[in-house]
């Protein structure tokens, strides 16, 4: 089942492109977050209700609370570092770009969360890698 939300991912991440691309021209590149990010809190809290999940926030630990901070602001930093280079960039090469972030989260968890990283996981992310400098050189 995590593949069919992972492939989900990936396909609303594309559309997230190229709907960002046309609806960021003429505008600046930080308002388009912010309002982007309004329209993501909204349906978040809708799906928090819809599912009945809203009693949970009181059983949150501290350390998982200051951990989803730190994710929000990470996400934040990188939507406006996206945003700014859809605006002034081509999305063909802006995206593959911002894909480095699957070599750089496989890194990462490999220092942090010691998950396990194998001579596949070294050959896709030269494959991940080699793609991107094609595609942006």
Partial sequence: MWFVFA???AVFAALTSILAKVGIEGVDSNLATALRTMV???M???MVF???AQGG???ISRRSFLFLI????ATGASWLCYYRALQIGQ???VVPVDKLSVIITLVLAFLFLHEEFTLKSLIGCLMIGGGTL???L
């Fill in 50 to 52: 819809l599912t009945g």
């Fill in 70 to 73: 730190l994710s929000g602001l």
């Fill in 134 to 136: 094609l595609m942006v």
């Fill in 7 to 9: 492939l989900g991912s």
């Fill in 91 to 93: 999305v063909s090469r």
């Fill in 57 to 59: 926030i009181t059983s």
């Fill in 44 to 46: 978040a809290w809708v």
């Fill in 40 to 42: 993501v809190v909204v």
